[in-house]
T-cell receptor
Framework: GAVVSQHPSWVICKSGTSVKIECRSL??????MFWYRQFPKQSLMLMAT?????????EQGVEKDKFLINHASLTLSTLTVTSAHPEDSSFYIC?????????????FGPGTRLTVT | AQSVSQHNHHVILSEAASLELGCNYS??????LFWYVQYPGQHLQLLLK??????LVKGIKGFEAEFIKSKFSFNLRKPSVQWSDTAEYFC???????????FGAGTTVTVRA
């Protein structure tokens, strides 16, 4: 149980175009999902917290208009990178908050490799 | 915001050697602590977690970690590593009054056969 999927697993796009990444909780409902960015050989940096039915909460320094997050249902959150540039190339990981026994955990997706040319 | 420090960037060891990875955090309040592993090409997986109770926590694959509150530390240990333990290991901290995880920079562990 507690599986999180991401689609696509990798994507190449041209500079100036937009890319949408989906994050799904497959066997549980998640009112809260998180989007992270991971640079090579570095840690995960939280970009935003996605709450079902409400606006996402962005971390300091993350451009809201560039990284659009939508959490339209309890099992799906999307991240759209708008007007992508080469510096947006990165590994984007989502997680979904779900119950594990009596406590909550974050379950991570496999990540999406974005390359902007 | 809390910060998380992992002391070792890259650890190389032979099979059957013992492993200990350091993790310290800076937040003075109550926290939950986690160790995650990321095998090459795979997603993050939870190794173990500490919420309360016994500060010595046992996780999957023979890993354990000890929470020492006075030292703000949560070090990960494994008595005898295998080649398959080659991976990236991340320590993470969550304040109990928040949802967000703060990750350390990660430690790359390479186990030589």
């Amino acid at each position: 149980g507690a599986v999180v999927s991401q689609h696509p697993s990798w994507v190449i796009c041209k500079s100036g175009t937009s890319v949408k990444i989906e994050c799904r909780s497959l066997d549980f409902q998640a009112t809260t999902m998180f989007w992270y960015r991971q640079f090579p050989k570095q840690s995960l940096m939280l970009m935003a917290t996605s709450n079902e039915g409400s606006k996402a909460t962005y971390e300091q320094g993350v451009e809201k208009d560039k990284f659009l997050i939508n959490h339209a249902s309890l099992t799906l959150s999307t991240l759209t990178v708008t007007s992508a540039h080469p510096e947006d190339s990165s590994f984007y990981i989502c997680s979904a908050r779900g119950l594990a026994g009596a406590t909550y955990e974050q379950y991570f997706g496999p990540g999406t490799r974005l390359t902007v040319t | 915001a809390q910060s998380v420090s992992q002391h070792n960037h890259h650890v190389i060891l032979s099979e059957a050697a013992s492993l200990e990875l350091g993790c310290n955090y800076s937040y003075g309040g109550t926290v939950n602590l986690f160790w995650y592993v990321q095998y090459p090409g795979q997603h993050l997986q939870l190794l173990l977690k500490y919420f309360s109770g016994d500060p010595l926590v046992k996780g999957i694959k023979g890993f354990e970690a000890e929470f020492i509150k006075s030292k703000f530390s949560f070090n990960l240990r494994k008595p005898s590593v295998q080649w398959s333990d080659t991976a990236e290991y991340f320590c993470a901290v969550k304040r109990t009054d928040d949802y967000k995880l703060s990750f350390g920079a990660g430690t790359t562990v390479t186990v030589r056969a």
